[in-house]
């Protein structure tokens, strides 16, 4: 049996239940209670910094109930074990929650012994997993995943910053953004009212969860629904970037308001009203095209909440910056260095990996190796990564019954949306159609 130890985390609107769970002694179960949560959005926050095993949650919460938090935690961190805490009157929600990940749930009020037994029982399932491997094969993959920050930085430097065609195009990629370089874009900006000060009376924790929540509910409703990503900065303010080519090309030709769909996303945050103690105002960048120029829609809508318009052409962009790289004067030296390249990208193709690692790897200024490469081999070094990759994930699908999220990530791809995307880019089929193509039967072996 393993040795290791295990964190729990309680969440309940009351304190004098959280304080008396966690008073119990856990260390025969090899338990330690790492943090307790008043409500389901301050455990997610605190997940997202820091996973736990076992999660001890009750159902009537404000901000976020317990099947909500119960489906989220279970479709982020499925090795985590939750068990409800429920009242008699909640019995049928309760039920409810098992269907949708919990372990097993408890009756208020709690019978300590019986509480022990599913400690007990959930410390057993982790140790099984770990045993099989399961769980830290998984884990580890997910800790060679850094796209999701990786993504951030994109879509800041994408917003603020002058970027070059090859520097979108790399980091992108990495970012696992998809932009392509004949697109339209559009940017929408969401502040509240008072920004960028804080609303009155909000602390620097509460502000923090505020930001959190928004951050989370874009994703939910912006980026999931296929319309394209989002940024939150430090001061709340969220940029939309515009993606999907229908709305865009709607925007552009003014057959629809878009406001009427910010109108709507505005509505979807009224549930949180207890959190937002300030309205949101927005406000509508032009169509521009080129991803370069996604910044100067950011600039008009920005000052649109000035209204003043600045002298800024929507289709004006500056010019791209050269960069001045010097041939290599021994080509076999050059060829033998993309040999290297091409075996760190093929030894390390499954997790999130940028030109600057590839670079430091051959002792190579990224700029240098990415010439360097597309000079000796005709091909661009996001190419040949993307190539490999799909060749990999066709693989899988042709040969295991992985899912195809799983064979995304095993092939370096955080986000299934964006595998989706780039393995249909390359191949003009999405993987559950290239799967069904090769081999049209029943996964579970009937024909």
Known sequence: MSGDRYKLMIIDDEYEIRQGLRSIDYSAQRIEVSE???NGLFALKELDHEPVDIVVTDIRMPLMDGLELVEKVAARYPFTKIIILS?????EYAKTCMKHGALDYLLKPLDFEEYEKILAKAVRLIDQEKEQMARTASLERKAKLSAHHLRKKFLRDILYS???EEAIELESAAAEVMLEENGEYAVCLLRFLGYPDKPRGVGDKEWSLILFTLDNLLQDLWDEEGMGYHYVDADG???LILTEPGAVAALKEYEINLSE??????NKLKRFRGLFKSHLAYAIGPVVSKPERIRLSYRNAEAAFFAETEDVAPETCCPAQEISISRSTEQINGNRLIQEAKQFIEENYDRTITLDDVAKHVHLNASYLSFLF???TGQKYIDYLSAYRIEKAKHFLMQTNHKVHEIGEMVGYENPRYFT???KKHTQQTPVEFRNAYYPIDRN???
């Open 421 to 423: 995307m780039v393995f």
């Open 36 to 38: 307790d949560c008043e």
């Open 374 to 376: 597309k000079e000796l």
């Open 87 to 91: 009242g008699y009157d909640d019995f």
């Open 162 to 164: 002058e970027m070059t």
């Open 237 to 239: 303010q969220c940029s």
């Open 261 to 266: 769909l910010l109108d709507g996303l505005l």
């Open 445 to 447: 072996g009937s024909s």
